[in-house]
T-cell receptor, first 112, second 111 residues
Framework: DAGVTQSPTHLIKTRGQHVTLRCSPISGHKSVSWYQQVLGQGPQFIFQ???????GRGNFPDRFSARQFPNYSSELNVNALLLGDSALYLC???????????FGPGTRLTVT | GQQLNQSPQSMFIQEGEDVSMNCTSS?????WLWYKQDPGEGPVLLIA?????ELTSNGRLTAQFGITRKDSFLNISASIPSDVGIYFCAGRASGTYKYIFGTGTRLKVLA
């Protein structure tokens, strides 16, 4: 079975631009969570979606937004990029959101 | 952002040795997860724990959910070179949906 997939793998953007990252969960999983991981730290929670509804939001500015589609795939959008947004963005898939989470390979975002 | 405290921060061990690491929180958690992450990749789930006192094994790995519900432990027996990587704990409190991750333990195995 396919695991969690994310696209693109790598991305380079300029300050002020907008970016959209995509995630497809494991088949049968209805929840997707997004995390930001900066170098040398553990992942930081950004959002969780379950059945297309936002169920939780971490301490991130409104420049960060997300949505989940009827097929349970998800997009993370970041507006007005800052240099500090450079990080590995991880998507995690789970059956319910409270159960164990399985991560994708991540999208490496570099903001110059 | 909020992170759990993991100890040790890093360790060098000889191949064949056993390894122990732990994770502590100031909050009570209902779920503990342990992950391994290789450079440039996503974390891989190793063990999930759902009950205080629970002891769960996955091959050479054994993890425990602390009875205070504020800590968890991971042991690796007879380490091998491919155990190299960063190990993260993650905890979830009752009534919340977000997992809080630890600061990580970087493991290096000397052949």
């Amino acid at each position: 079975d396919a695991g969690v997939t994310q696209s693109p793998t790598h991305l380079i953007k300029t300050r002020g631009q907008h970016v959209t990252l995509r995630c497809s969960p494991i088949s049968g999983h209805k929840s997707v969570s997004w995390y930001q991981q900066v170098l040398g730290q553990g992942p930081q929670f950004i959002f969780q979606y379950y059945e297309k509804e936002e169920r939780g939001r971490g301490n991130f500015p409104d420049r960060f937004s997300a949505r989940q589609f009827p097929n349970y795939s998800s997009e993370l959008n970041v507006n007005a990029l800052l240099l500090g947004d450079s990080a590995l963005y991880l998507c995690a898939s789970s059956l319910t959101g409270e159960s164990e989470q399985y991560f994708g390979p991540g999208t490496r975002l570099t903001v110059t | 952002g909020q992170q759990l405290n993991q100890s040790p921060q890093s360790m060098f061990i000889q191949e064949g040795e056993d390894v122990s690491m732990n994770c502590t929180s100031s909050s009570i958690f209902n779920t503990w997860l342990w992950y391994k992450q290789d450079p440039g990749e996503g974390p891989v789930l190793l063990i999930a724990l759902y009950k205080a006192g629970e002891l769960t094994s996955n091959g050479r790995l054994t993890a425990q959910f602390g009875i205070t519900r504020k800590d968890s432990f991971l042991n690796i027996s007879a380490s091998i070179p491919s155990d190299v990587g960063i190990y993260f704990c993650a905890g979830r409190a009752s009534g919340t949906y977000k997992y809080i991750f630890g600061t990580g333990t970087r493991l290096k195995v000397l052949a």
